[in-house]
């Protein structure tokens, strides 16, 4: 991407524990099994979303 985009600036996220984290979250919330596979992607997302907003 940063060489075909060399004019934007591109920020990168360390994204590796999010799901680690999203399962502990649905795991504290009681969510149903049969949901967590729907939320996981969701609940990375925003784990994802809230460190790169922590970090400006």
Same mark, same amino acid.
């Given at each position: 991407?940063k ?8 920020? !990168?996220?360390?994204?590796?524990? !999010? !799901?680690?984290? *999203? ?17 996981v992607?969701?609940?990375? *997302?925003?784990?994802?979303?809230? !460190? ?5």
């Amino acid at each position: 991407m940063k060489c075909k985009y060399n004019k934007i600036k591109i920020e !990168t996220v360390d994204e590796r524990l !999010t !799901t680690v984290e *999203a399962h502990r979250t649905m795991n504290f919330l009681d969510v149903d099994k049969h949901k967590k596979k729907d939320l996981v992607d969701t609940i990375s *997302a925003v784990y994802i979303l809230e !460190t790169y907003m922590n970090k400006k």
